[in-house]
């Protein structure tokens, strides 16, 4: 189970009745990448934990995020923590260096460190004959 901190003060989120049901359906796997949530009322979400590398203002932008993309079947039925923070950080926004190495962490901790969460590649070994090929 992924760490998880604790929020001062029970973060409340609306959403439609559908993506209620959903939310309600996804807790299960939720709950061991870090969240800590629970329905409140039909058209309502209580968060009282988030993933440690979430910023906690960032938390309802992720989860409508999340609940677009899964919908959209872009994550299919598996998900990581990974997949969670990358729909929380845009371009240009500042992390601290905790952040920086969480990420880091994250990365090398999935099952193929070579693979994107979106499911492109990132790094590649090129041999002497691979640019020759390409370069000459």
Excluded: W
């Excluded at 209620?20 to 870090?34: A, K, N, T």
């Excluded at 601290?96 to 901790?109: H, R």
Aim: proline letters at 4%.
């Amino acid at each position: 189970k992924a760490g998880s901190q604790q929020l001062l003060f029970p973060k409340i989120i609306y959403f439609t009745k559908p993506e209620v049901l959903l939310i309600e359906e996804l807790i299960p796997s939720l709950e061991p990448l870090g969240f800590n949530m629970s329905v409140i009322y039909k058209e309502s979400v209580s968060i009282t934990g988030i993933p440690v590398a979430i910023i906690a203002d960032n938390i309802e932008t992720i989860l409508v995020n999340f609940i677009n993309s899964y919908q959209n079947d872009l994550l299919g039925n598996h998900f990581s923590q990974t997949d969670i923070l990358a729909m929380g950080i845009k371009t240009g926004d500042y992390l601290s260096y905790a952040e920086q190495q969480n990420i880091i962490n994250l990365l090398f901790a999935c099952k193929d460190s070579l693979v994107s969460p979106f499911g492109k590649t990132i790094f590649n070994i090129l041999r002497q004959t691979d640019l020759d090929i390409k370069f000459l």
